[in-house]
């Protein structure tokens, strides 16, 4: 199977017409908000590959550009809406089937994550692998990204998921999982990789309740954010250790009505949580995540950040996991390079 080249994409060769033109519909990436969308256009590319448009904005209400730029968690937003769409017009996925997203993999270069005077157009060149069919139905694959930006490869990434019927995630969920409120759409590419959880007992204030009041935030500046409603961390009295702090109100992090924590958020408290250990500001350039199980709103969730020594590129690895009921419900490890500008 042919798969992401490393050299630089063809000049002479033809990119699909209007590759960047508008966003593609939101049922396709199960977004609610239009400005969340990334993805602007999908074309064929031999068999079980794909030719991906994105475009990342000059600045985002939550993914916000900083010291010249771009959130590096765009491009895992955007690796999440690439299994979506792939799924659903490459694979003829059902639009009320669940996505259940195994683990999110990405490297990404400074140059690739640079900030310009323009929004970043940006093309995935997208390969399958690993097919699952039960009859015609796709039942699940894993995907490889290659990220390119004015032609030169700036990235590449990795994921994979299950697609799941409604009836059957009514039986994987049971009866334990609520909604916020009303009924939960589709999980957006959500499951291990979009929220990853676990059943149990017990519950903490802000967790799971909209009425709740949420616990309080560690300050913004010690986890790289500037306000506290973004903050999704709070402190604990164990060092490396901090508690999982859910608004379900927010518009960005719960875009809409689900039935777990999705697991956008659950990285974002590991990039937080790395970020208050290392200090200062780095630069997030790389991560390796496995979500094992759904992440429950009702429970309470322990985020762990640990230093690891510095690699011979000099960046810092970060081992994170999320737990409940003592058990690990999602692990990896971040990449973090040390930031010296203003």
Excluded: K
Excluded at 135 to 163: I, K
């Amino acid at each position: 199977m042919r798969h992401p080249s490393n050299t630089l994409v063809d000049p002479a060769a033809a990119l699909p017409a209007g590759l960047f033109e508008q966003p593609v519909p939101r049922s396709l990436v199960h977004r609610a908000s239009v400005s969340e969308v990334f993805l602007t256009s999908v074309h064929p590319d031999g068999p079980d590959g794909f030719l991906i448009g994105a475009q990342w904005p000059r600045q985002h209400s939550f993914y916000r550009s900083r010291h010249g730029f771009h959130d590096p968690l765009v491009f895992a937003e955007t690796i999440r809406q690439v299994g979506l769409i792939i799924g659903h017009t490459g694979y003829q996925v059902p639009l009320d089937d669940h996505f259940i997203l195994n683990g999110l993999e990405f490297d990404i270069t400074a140059e690739g994550l640079a900030l310009t005077g323009a929004p970043a157009d940006l093309m995935l060149e997208i390969r399958c692998e690993n097919i699952q069919r039960r009859g015609e139905r796709l039942l699940g694959l894993d995907y490889r990204v290659g990220l390119y930006r004015d032609m030169v490869r700036v990235g590449s990434a990795r994921g994979g998921f299950t697609c799941v019927a409604p009836a059957v995630y009514r039986r994987l969920r049971g009866t334990g999982a609520a909604p916020l409120s009303g009924t939960a759409p589709r999980s957006g590419g959500v499951s291990r990789s979009d929220g990853a959880s676990l059943p149990g007992e017990g519950s903490l204030p802000g967790e799971g309740s909209p009425a709740a009041e949420l616990p309080p935030p560690v300050a913004p500046e010690l986890v790289g954010q500037e306000n506290a409603g973004d903050v999704v961390l709070s402190a604990t009295d164990r060092p490396g250790s901090w508690r999982l702090r859910c608004d379900p109100d927010h518009p960005v992090l719960f875009d809409h009505p689900v039935d777990h924590v999705p697991g956008m958020v659950v990285l974002e408290a590991m990039r937080q949580a790395a970020f208050a250990q290392s200090g200062g500001r780095p630069l997030l350039v790389g991560c390796a995540m496995e979500f094992l199980r759904y992440v429950e709103l009702g429970l309470p969730t322990e985020i762990h950040a640990a230093l690891e020594p510095a690699r011979a590129d000099g960046t810092v690895p970060v081992r994170v996991a999320a737990a409940q009921n003592g058990d690990f419900v999602a692990q990896g490890v971040l990449r973090l390079r040390p930031h010296h500008g203003n």
